[in-house]
Every structure is written in C-alpha cells, then in structure tokens.
C-alpha cells in the first residue's frame, strides 16, 4: 500500500471530474478521470490538436539558493551551470558515483543565487543536499509550489490574452508575471514534445488559475487531461521516464541496476568538456560498452499497441524489449521506445515484436523523436 505523503491543492477538482487519486512520487495524481480508450485519446489529440491542462505538482521542487548554489548544481547535475544566464531553464541527468542514471531535472536560474531545480522520482533532492553540505547554501524542498502544465498549440493563443510578452518567451525560457491576477512563474517546458508552458504557483492560488484556465479555453478545445497521456505523448516525443524505461524495471540478469548515459540516449546532457560532476569519470569511461540503446520501434503493417515487456526479436534471437507503446490514429502509426541490442539499433532494421499473449507483429527499428522530428513545434516562435 502507497504512502501518501503529500497533496495537491487541486485534487477535489481532480476527485470532482472522476479523478481517483493514485501516488505518484508521494502525491496523490489523478492518473485518470475516466480509465476508458475514449478518454485517452480524446486526451492525447487536444493537447496535439488544441490544449491540455494537466496538474504535474508530484514533480519535486527544490530551491537551492546561496553563494554556493550555482557549485551544488554543478557538482550533482551534468550541465555547466554557468552558462544558464537568469531566467533561463536548462535539462539535466543526475548520475552515482558509477556513472549511472540516477534522476533527470530541469534546472532554472530564478535570480542570482537563486536556482529552482525540478525532479521526478529519482534522488535528486537527496544528492543536493549531500552536496551542500558544509556550503554557503541552502536546500529547501517547496510543495506549496505548485506545478499546471498547459500543453498544446492553443496554449500560447490563451495565455496571450493575459500576458502579450508570453510570445516572446523562448524555448527553455522563465519569466515572472501575473495570471488572473495570482503571482506566477511560468516556464516554456512540458513533457509532452508539443509548444507549451508550465505554470508555477503558491498553492492558495492553484485552484484559481485552475479554474480560470479551463474557463477562458473551453471555446478553444482547452480541457482537463489525465496524467497517463502523457505516456502517449512522451513515447513518440522520445521523453524517458525514471524509472519505466529503465533497468530498475527491466533488470539485468547478473547486474545490479542503473543505466548510463550512452544507452539511454540522454548523452547530450552532458556538457561539452564537463567534469567534476558526480560520476563524471565513470561516464566517459562507459562510452562504447553500451548493453543496450534505447531506441525506436515501429509496426509496419499493423496499428495494435505493442505492449509493455513485449520481446523483440530478430530471426530466432532475442534482441530486446519494448517498454512503451502507442498507437495513434492522429498520426497513423504504431509506435513504442525499446532497449534494443545495440546491434539492431540502426533503422530500417527488421524486426519482430512478440507481444505478451504470443502475438507475432512486423516491425522496423526507428530513430526517435517520431514526431516533431526537427524540435520545431515545441520551439516555434511568435
């Protein structure tokens, strides 16, 4: 049985829209209104086709904040915290001292000395605090901040009629303002791989920019969303999740579990020449012995769902295992993220996905993100 440890604000609307609370990271999460097919894709295509409102608040917000906070970041964190100019917002991993996968953030710079970062389930809070130890440095966890992430073409048209500059923010962008009259901090972020905004807020103030939201959009398509669509639009956006497609839940036969960088594909949140952050040496040393890549799958003649732990063969020879799969008719594929042996992760390789009831299906390794290929959605200007 879940400890819940902590609450949302929102979540008698949640419980209002036949939302039952399950945890998530310690927070009760409406991780559905209505558990049917019907309402999963009516979720998923407004926030690809309109906007979605969806309360993410079971994210862990952690201010660090002192003369020491930029060196605590960049000691636990893979970027180079001295390029993220104020009001800027950047993603990082978080490794152990065996360079392993341990959390993924977004780390935003508020002020000077000021930093917000933001964490899912992994132990992120925890390696900030050991590395603030003994420093000019504070670490305070915040859940009277609030987190709403409002995703989807339609959601820079509602939030302009509010505040005209939100135009002009910039990809990984913050900015402080008001909405609806509550004081805010809203970011350009999601996990959703489509343009959006998260919107941060002191509890008292959630419901009511709740409630304003899904008014002023409700002629625009804006609804509430569950939070399990974001699994759909996070697979074919090429967005991870700690620890669902990792090994603590695909475990190694003989190995204890953690991923690196080079098989999940989150390199790229290294900086360039960085060093010193926890688990840095072991990283470059594990470039090149991957076990696994994560990677793409595709059905080429079939729209089914590749289930979660479905086997993934070539010929007779088992080659992986898929952890997430969606099917869409919006955009007419059959899609899922696998860990795949490295020697398969090429596209256009044939492939054979084995669902769990012994089901045979025709498949191709693909390279990933499948949609918004070029980041030019989620990045778009004006």
């Given amino acids: ?52 409102l969806m309360d993410v608040s079971g994210l862990k917000k952690v201010h660090v904040c002192g003369p020491d906070a930029a ?22 991993s978080m490794l152990n001292s065996e360079g392993k996968f341990v959390d993924d953030c977004v780390i935003y710079h508020v002020s000077v000395n000021q930093w917000l970062v933001v964490h899912g389930t992994g132990i992120g809070m925890e390696q900030l605090t050991t590395a603030a130890a003994a420093k000019n440095c504070s670490v305070l966890f915040d859940d009277d901040l609030h987190d709403m992430s409002l995703q989807g073409p339609v959601s820079v048209d509602l939030l302009a009629e509010e505040i005209p500059a939100i135009r002009d923010l910039a990809y990984f962008g913050i900015m402080q303002t008001r909405l609806y009259g509550r004081d805010v901090m809203i970011s350009r972020t999601g996990y ?23 008014e002023a959009g409700k002629d625009k398509g804006v609804r509430p969303v569950q939070f399990s669509t974001l699994d759909m639009l996070r697979i074919e956006s090429y967005l991870l999740f700690y620890p669902g497609d990792n090994s603590e839940t695909f475990p190694f036969e003989n190995e204890t579990c953690g991923d690196t960088l080079w098989e999940l594909g989150l390199e790229f949140t290294v900086s360039p020449g960085k060093e010193g952050f926890i688990g840095s040496e072991n990283h470059y040393a594990s470039k090149g012995k991957e076990r696994f890549k994560i990677f793409g799958v595709q059905l080429k003649d079939s729209m089914d769902q590749m289930e979660m732990f479905a086997r993934v063969k070539q010929g007779d020879k088992d080659v992986g295992v898929i952890t997430y799969g969606l099917s869409s008719e ?52 004006g």
């Fill in 1 to 52: 049985m879940a400890i819940l440890w902590r609450a949302s604000a929102l979540a008698h609307r949640h419980a209002e829209i036949g939302g039952e609370l399950e945890d998530w990271n310690g927070m009760g999460t409406a991780w559905f209104y209505d558990d049917t097919p019907e309402r999963a894709k009516a979720d998923y295509e407004a926030i690809r086709t309109k906007a979605g």
């Fill in 71 to 92: 060196y605590v970041i960049d000691r636990v964190t893979t970027r180079n915290v001295e390029k993220i100019a104020p009001g800027r917002a950047s993603y990082a």
């Fill in 192 to 214: 959703t791989g489509e343009r959006g905004y998260e919107i941060f807020c002191r509890a008292k103030d959630a419901v009511h920019i709740w409630d304003n939201i899904l």
């Fill in 330 to 381: 919006l955009n007419d594929y059959s899609v899922a993220i696998a860990r795949l042996d490295p020697s398969v992760a090429k596209a256009g390789t044939a492939l054979t996905v084995v669902q769990p009831d012994g089901t045979e299906l025709a498949a191709t390794a693909e390279d990933m993100p499948f949609y918004d290929k070029d980041k030019s959605i989620r990045s778009a200007k």
